[in-house]
């Protein structure tokens, strides 16, 4: 191998252990945390269409969403459009579990009425986070 060579597969390398440190320590960054203003963007967006975050009135398709975070689901009182499917799964809504079913809610809970889904990671995190800051 040529002087060239070794120095190119050397310089490329470092330059590789340096992105891939890069990398990393931008996973660990304050960045990552969620945006809650991205979420409540996204959320009025992609799902205030049918559910509401205000204490009362809003679109009635899906339940209101004040206090989501730690009630079992479809408890809401006032909706009663609630699928057998989301009666009968015994979930309680925490951000785990709306982790996992806003990846693919017909998935988690087959024969649920809710169509929308979030497939980006870190969009669904910032709606998720804007949620848990909804308080009854």
């Known amino acids: ?39 409540k963007a996204t959320f009025n967006t992609m799902c205030g269409v049918c559910h509401s975050v205000q204490k009362t009135g809003g679109p009635g398709e899906g339940p209101n969403l004040v206090g989501l975070v730690g009630r079992k689901a479809a408890s809401q009182p006032d909706f009663a459009k609630y699928s057998p499917a989301l009666k009968a799964s015994n979930l309680t809504w925490s951000v785990e579990t709306l982790d996992r079913f806003l990846v693919n809610p017909m998935a988690m809970v087959p024969g649920t009425l809710m169509p929308m889904l979030i497939r980006d990671d870190k969009t669904r995190a910032d709606v998720i986070a804007y949620l848990a800051t909804l308080k009854e």
């Open 1 to 39: 191998m040529s002087n060239y060579c070794r120095l190119f597969v050397v310089a490329t390398a470092i330059l590789l252990s340096m992105i891939l440190t890069r990398t990393s320590h931008a996973a660990d960054s304050p960045s990552d945390s969620p945006d809650i203003e991205h979420g």
